[in-house]
């Protein structure tokens, strides 16, 4: 089986601007999380999709959103990028419910200049 | 105090011998449990996970849990230099929640 994939693999935007990231997950897992994890915080959760709903939310400001689509595909975005948003986003999936194993995607390394 | 605290690093071992990574968590209805591997510049892996008090092995890997003391370990006997890694301890409530990982180097 393909493991989870994140596209693209690196970004760089400027201040301001926004960005999507893309997560495809394991064939059959239905639920994405998303982390974010940067040296000084560690890794975060941002948020969890089950069934095109978000089912669970971390402590993130509203300028980072998500959704899931009809083939549990996700995608986040985050508008108005800062400087503070440079970091490693992860996407993990799992089979039914975030309780279980997460499997993570290599991440998509987002550099805001 | 933080959700799920990991005993400060570095930890350095020499190779061969047993290195042993504490985590202890806050919430006491937590059910699931996992240690993930992370090496520089990639992203997590599984190594264990265990979900009831005692004792799981696996390999070289053995996780401990204690739920009334909310405490879980992780022991790798026979370390090897490739064991060297960022190690994080992850809780699951409502969330997976991480601590901010040991990092482990195992000396030739």
């Known amino acids: 089986k393909a493991g989870v994939t994140q596209t693209p693999r690196y970004l760089i935007k400027t201040r301001g601007q926004q960005v999507t990231l893309s997560c495809s997950p394991i064939?059959?897992?239905?639920?994405v999380s998303w982390y974010q994890q940067t040296p000084g915080q560690g890794l975060q959760f941002l948020f969890e999709?089950?069934?095109?709903?978000?089912?669970n939310k971390g402590n993130f400001p509203g300028r980072f959103s998500g959704r899931q689509f009809s083939n549990s595909r996700s995608e986040m975005n985050v508008s108005t990028l800062e400087l503070g948003d440079s970091a490693l986003y992860l996407c993990?999936?799992?089979?039914?419910?975030?309780?279980?194993?997460?499997?993570f995607g290599p991440g998509t390394r987002l550099l805001v200049l | 105090q933080k959700e799920v605290e990991q005993n400060s690093g570095p930890l350095s071992v020499p190779e061969g011998a047993i290195a042993s990574l504490n985590c202890t968590y806050s919430?006491?209805?937590?059910?699931?449990f996992f240690w993930y591997r992370q090496y520089s510049g990639k992203s997590p892996e599984l190594i264990m996970s265990?979900?009831?008090?005692g004792d799981k092995e696996d390999g070289r890997f053995t996780a401990q849990l204690n739920k009334a003391s909310q405490y879980v370990s992780l022991l790798i006997r026979d370390s090897q230099p490739s064991d060297s890694a960022t190690y994080l301890c992850?809780?699951?409530?409502?969330?997976?929640?991480f601590g901010q990982g040991t990092e482990l180097s195992v000396k030739p």
């Open positions: 993990a999936s799992s089979l039914e419910d975030s309780q279980e194993t997460q499997y």
């Open positions: 064939s059959g897992h239905r639920s």
């Open positions: 999709y089950f069934s095109e709903t978000q089912r």
């Open positions: 919430d006491r209805g937590s059910q699931s």
């Open positions: 265990i979900y009831s008090n």
């Open positions: 992850a809780v699951q409530g409502g969330k997976l929640i």
